[in-house]
């Protein structure tokens, strides 16, 4: 079982809202990430870290941010909710290559779900 | 990272194994294949992984073809809760996350 936890699971908010979503891992991973997915969609990645003080965006343009500070926390803020923000938000993290088999597997989080009404 | 082709749904009756196939004939020599399950409103659950050989660990087994150019992954004895979209995926160990493309996978349903 992964250690990679993520909070709140649903939040519903007003337009004009900021929010953080908060992510955690306990593995000591260096690597995080963070996935949006609309339903029966794939996932597309929106941010990824490599280390603290590191962040990278990913493939798909977000108005999100985020932030490391710290190895085992990569929160994503949005300063100003919108509707077309409401999805499901991933967080997920990977082991750098230690040379052994574990291929850099990804682990994910259970998801926030997000709706901006 | 190479393209997978796997069938959109299958059914398996519970207790018995499921097989869920997936080609990759496009894959690379330094490319791993990843099996992950996401269940209906939940994060993508990493399954099993392999390179050449088959793999088995707690919850599936992953044979891979000699030319591995496809692969089969078996949940031995699939139970309600197996339910869920398998995705199969190919990619280089260290790759980037933006290669990390789960395409449209098999929707597994396991019925009583």
């Known amino acids: 079982e992964a250690d990679i936890y993520q909070t709140p699971r649903y939040l519903v908010i007003g337009t004009g809202k900021k929010i953080t979503l908060e992510c955690s891992q306990t593995m000591g991973h260096d690597k995080m990430y963070w996935y949006q997915q609309d339903p029966g969609m794939e996932l597309h990645l929106i941010h990824y870290?490599?280390?603290?003080?590191?962040?990278e965006k990913g493939d798909l343009s977000s108005e999100s941010t985020v932030s490391r500070i710290r190895t085992e926390h990569f929160p994503l803020t949005l300063e100003s909710a919108r509707p077309s923000h409401t999805s499901q938000y991933l967080c997920?993290?990977?082991?750098?290559?230690?040379?052994?088999?574990?291929?850099?597997?990804?682990?994910f989080g259970e998801g926030s779900w997000l709706t901006v009404v | 990272d190479a393209k997978t082709t796997q069938p959109p749904s299958m059914d398996c009756a519970e207790g018995r194994a499921a097989n869920l196939p997936c080609n990759h004939s496009?894959?690379?020599?330094?490319?791993?294949v990843y099996w992950y399950r996401q269940i209906h409103s939940q994060g993508p659950q990493y399954i099993i992984h392999?390179?050449?050989n088959n793999e088995t660990n707690e919850m599936a087994s992953l044979i891979i073809t000699e030319d591995r150019k496809s692969s089969t992954l078996i949940l031995p004895h699939a139970t309600l809760r197996d339910t869920a979209v398998y995705y199969c995926i190919v990619r280089v160990a260290e790759g980037s996350a933006r290669q990390l493309t789960f395409g449209s996978g098999t929707q597994l349903t396991v019925l009583p």
């Open positions: 392999g390179l050449k």
């Open positions: 870290s490599y280390g603290v003080n590191s962040t």
């Open positions: 997920a993290s990977s082991d750098r290559d230690r040379g052994s088999f574990t291929g850099n597997t990804i682990y």
């Open positions: 496009t894959i690379s020599g330094n490319e791993y």
